[in-house]
């Protein structure tokens, strides 16, 4: 199982703020994803890159940037986080040789 | 629209006993699927996974089956624990879709002691 970190857990903000989301890898995986996941439904993809300088929107449209200039960090920005980004956020990774993806523990976000 | 569905919202069973949650999927293009375990306010866990070569996949007490033709996935716990309780999601990738992964919406799963 992969190696995969994000902080902060847990994080409550006032609108308008910027945030950064980290997320980190220790398994050398090229593939790299950012879901946003609601109680009682599913996750939906925002964000993934294939490698470093790769970036790619997901099938859920996010106000949220990533970049991916190291292999094992992968962070998401907010420029200025509303109410309605409120939510959780998962990150995870995948080796080349699989469809298999990792997650990491999440970070639940409340924007008041 | 939903390309992986789980119905049923929540499934409530006495530990020691079988748990069976269902998955259905309308892509055709589908043939990885896999089960993830979450907690609240965790990240989700890998279960397990079935290639759509194979109908049934078993790891320790967790098996899933394949049925192809109705494009239907099942996973089964045996014998059912109250450290099972959580959330489950199916997910399906498609060859070629570069591991993106499709979710359901989730279902609850409640074991009583």
């Known amino acids: 199982e992969a190696d995969i970190y994000q902080t902060p857990r847990y994080l409550v903000i006032g609108t308008g703020k910027k945030i950064t989301l980290e997320c980190s890898q220790t398994?050398?995986?090229?593939?790299m994803y950012w879901y946003q996941q609601d109680p009682g439904m599913e996750l939906h993809l925002i964000h993934y890159?294939?490698?470093?300088?790769?970036?790619e929107k997901g099938d859920l449209s996010s106000e949220s940037t990533v970049s991916r200039i190291r292999t094992e960090h992968f962070p998401l920005t907010l420029e200025s986080a509303r109410p309605s980004h409120t939510s959780q956020y998962l990150c995870?990774?995948?080796?080349?040789?699989?469809?298999?993806?990792?997650f990491g523990p999440g970070t639940r976000l409340l924007v008041l | 629209d939903q390309q992986v569905k789980q119905n049923s919202p929540s499934l409530s069973v006495q530990e020691g006993r079988i748990s069976i949650l269902n998955c259905d999927y309308t892509n055709s293009m589908f043939d990885y699927f896999l089960w993830y375990k979450k907690y609240p306010a965790e990240g989700p866990t890998f279960l397990i996974s079935?290639?759509?070569?194979?109908d049934k996949n078993e790891d320790g007490r967790f098996t899933v089956f394949l049925n192809k033709s109705a494009k239907h996935l099942s996973l089964h716990i045996v014998p059912s624990q109250p450290g099972d309780s959580a959330v489950y999601f199916c997910?399906?990738?498609?060859?070629?879709?570069?591991?993106?992964?499709?979710f359901g919406k989730g279902i609850t799963l409640s074991v009583r002691p």
């Open positions: 997910a399906a990738s498609a060859s070629g879709a570069n591991s993106k992964l499709t």
């Open positions: 995870a990774s995948t080796p080349d040789y699989s469809s298999t993806q990792y």
């Open positions: 890159s294939y490698g470093v300088n790769s970036t």
């Open positions: 079935i290639s759509s070569i194979k």
């Open positions: 398994m050398g995986h090229d593939k």
